[in-house]
């Protein structure tokens, strides 16, 4: 089975409008951590956002935010106020397990969201 | 900018050979993750080190072998190289303890032709 899937291959919005990006992961592990990623063309990852498992709170960082719903196991990425800028692949990735000092905390990615903001 | 550097940015090479791709890890960093991105497979995790020590092997091929070296750089060799060899090869960093983030780096296209 996946343990992360996007099922969005692709997405399209109008500038200034806000987004969702969907994502849900697959863990018998009670601790792990949630993950967004941006690539944009360039090739570069660029960390976004993160979300554990224990956190109370949907994890926010400036106009990202994460709708973190534990029951159903899913960790949509919200971004409001689109721009073109952020006209890039969108992956999602988990962390199984507690972070481990010195090793094992690989990430397991998704597929992938193609996000394109229109004028 | 992450922090993280690769080199080379580029690497075009022919079937059969062997190659070698470096990374730094941003500074104090003692975890060097890489992973490979391609078309058909995806971002994959392949291995990682941590202060010098293997930690954790993920879909890593037997043609493929990773070291870390005391000043924390890491190398991931590459042989008997493929077609299906050719991708993006990120490497990633992060603190190693009680720290979730990983920093990657702007990865080593390889094209193996």
């Known amino acids: 089975a996946q343990k992360i899937t996007q099922t969005q291959p692709g997405m399209f919005v109008q500038e200034k409008e806000a987004v969702t990006l969907d994502c849900t992961y697959d863990?018998?592990?009670?601790?792990?951590?949630l993950f967004w990623y941006k690539q944009p063309s360039s090739g570069e990852m660029i960390f976004l956002i993160y979300q554990g498992s224990y956190d109370q709170q949907n994890a926010t960082e400036g106009r990202y935010s994460l709708n973190f719903q534990k029951a159903r196991k899913s960790a949509n990425l919200v971004i409001s106020a689109s721009q073109l800028g952020d006209s890039a692949m969108y992956f999602c990735?988990?962390?199984?397990?507690?972070?481990?000092?010195?090793?094992?905390?690989?990430?397991?990615f998704g597929t992938g969201t193609q996000l394109k903001v229109e004028l | 900018d992450s922090g993280v550097t690769q080199t080379p940015k580029h690497l075009i090479t022919a079937t059969g050979q062997r190659v070698t791709l470096r990374c730094s890890p941003r500074?104090?960093?003692?975890?060097v993750y890489w992973y490979q991105q391609s078309l058909d497979q995806g971002l994959q995790f392949l291995i990682q080190?941590?202060?010098?020590?293997?930690?954790a092997k993920g879909n890593i091929l037997e043609r493929f072998s990773a070291q870390q070296f005391p000043d924390l750089h890491s190398e991931l060799n590459l042989s008997s190289l493929e077609l299906g060899d050719s991708a993006l090869y990120f490497c990633?960093?992060?603190?190693?303890?009680?720290?979730?983030?990983?920093?990657f780096g702007p990865g080593t296209r390889l094209t193996v032709l």
């Open positions: 500074s104090g960093d003692l975890s």
């Open positions: 990633a960093s992060s603190v190693g303890r009680n720290n979730n983030e990983q920093f």
């Open positions: 990735a988990m962390r199984e397990g507690r972070v481990l000092t010195g090793g094992g905390n690989k990430l397991t």
């Open positions: 863990t018998s592990d009670p601790s792990y951590g």
């Open positions: 080190y941590y202060n010098g020590e293997e930690r």
